[in-house]
Every structure is written in C-alpha cells, then in structure tokens.
C-alpha cells in the first residue's frame, strides 16, 4: 500500500542550509510520526503527532523543528545541521496512536 | 522496561531454503503487540504481521509464517521457500499501553537470499 508519500527521496545539504522534508498520507489517519535511521542503530522515534497536535518529542535537537497543518501532511525543518544528522528519515501514520502505522519510502539526507 | 531483541544480524540462504528470524521480548504489561515490518534496499518499511498479546494463534501467510509463544516471550518469523525477493532487513517491533503504544524496534535481521 503507498499510501504515504515522502519527498523528497534524497538530500544533501550544507550546515548551514535550510532544507524541509515532506510527508502525506492519503489513509485517512489521525497520527503521524518522524523516525529516524542511521546505521546501525535502531529506528529512534523524534516526534509524534495526533490530530495535528504533537504529543512526542523524543529529546530531538531544536535543529529539527516538526510541522502539521493537517492530519494528512507532516513536515520536518531542517536548519543548520550537523554531519551525524545524516540517515534516514521516515515518516509513519497509523488511524490512532494505538493502531498499526503505515511507512513513506523514507528521506535519505546527507549532510555535508 | 521494554525491549526487543534480534540475536541474528545477518542471515544468509541459498534459494527455496527456509529461514527462521527470531524475535525475543520483554515487558511487564498484559496488553502488548508484536509487530514484523520488512524493509528491502528501496527503504521503506513494509508492514508484514500485529498480533495482540491475547491472540497465541499461530499465523500462516502464503511463504510467512509467525509463531507466538508467550511463555518463551519469542515471536518468530519463518519464511518458507524463500526467494531472492525476500532479501531485506527484517523488524521485530513491539508496542504496549504503558509506553503509550510507541514502537520499540528490534535491531534488525539482514536476510540475504542467494539465487
């Protein structure tokens, strides 16, 4: 199911660019969710949103500031980071925080 | 405390031969969900399998197969007849009430199947 879309699909960017990745989901869910990958560590949840309203901060840096207009678009702003910010970047939405969440294909970022 | 564990980091197989990924978790609730998702090289996570922690009911999907054991707290996952498409790294995930039934992912199983 591609019911949730991520652009884009990679990144590279500077420290001191600013830069905004993208998620919609077209499932008709209240929640959403940014994760991030890096390699070889597990999937570490940075942010949760429900009904448009954030609920989770994972003691994310200010460096990444969330957004949801809606329910069925989230974004993640990016502005002056670091080298070790580089991974990959998921978004999920499940119907309600209890329910299964549903993946985009992913931002893969670099930061140079 | 939560936690998932995958000890198997890498697995490799030749073609049709079947392979088990375990999956071992801790919690102290009652009300739990296991979770499998797949993430082949394109990235994204698939959704595969949820099983509450009141439903022990092994499950049967075309090649997959899950087995749930609660005693054992283990909640394998077999591919049967695998297949070069089955190549991808495989979560264990596990959500429960008192964590607000946030996700807590496993390390991971790299399954590479060899034609």
Redesign the interface.
């Known amino acids: 199911e591609t019911g949730v879309t991520q652009t884009p699909r990679h990144l590279v960017m500077g420290m001191t660019n600013k830069k905004s990745l993208k998620c919609e989901q077209h499932l008709g869910h209240n929640a959403m969710y940014w994760y991030k990958q890096s390699a070889k560590k597990?999937?570490e949840?940075m942010f949760?949103y429900n009904f448009k309203e954030q609920?989770?901060n994972n003691s994310v840096p200010s460096r990444f500031s969330p957004e949801c207009p809606n329910s069925s678009h989230l974004f993640l702003h990016l502005h002056t980071l670091q080298p070790e910010d580089s991974a990959?970047y998921?978004c999920?939405s499940s119907l309600t925080?209890?329910d299964?969440?549903?993946?985009?294909?992913?931002t893969?970022l670099t930061v140079l | 405390a939560q936690k998932v564990t995958q000890a198997q980091t890498e697995i490799s197989v030749v073609e049709k031969e079947d392979v088990t990924l375990d999956c071992v978790y801790e919690t102290r609730d009652t009300t739990y969900y296991l979770?499998w998702?797949k993430q082949p090289p394109?990235?994204?996570?698939?959704?595969l399998i949820?099983r509450n922690s009141f439903d022990e009911q092994n499950e049967i999907s075309g090649r997959y197969s899950w087995n749930f054991q609660k005693s054992t707290s283990s909640f394998n996952f077999t591919i049967t007849a695998s297949q070069v498409v089955d190549s991808a790294v495989y979560?264990c995930a596990l959500?429960q009430v008192s964590n607000?039934?946030?996700?807590s992912?496993?390390?991971?199983t790299t399954v590479t199947v060899r034609a």
């Open positions: 597990p999937l949840l949760v609920t989770e990959l998921l999920a925080t209890t299964t969440q549903y993946f985009g294909p992913g893969r | 979770f998702y394109s990235g994204e996570l698939v959704f949820r979560f959500s607000d039934y946030k996700l992912f496993g390390a991971g």
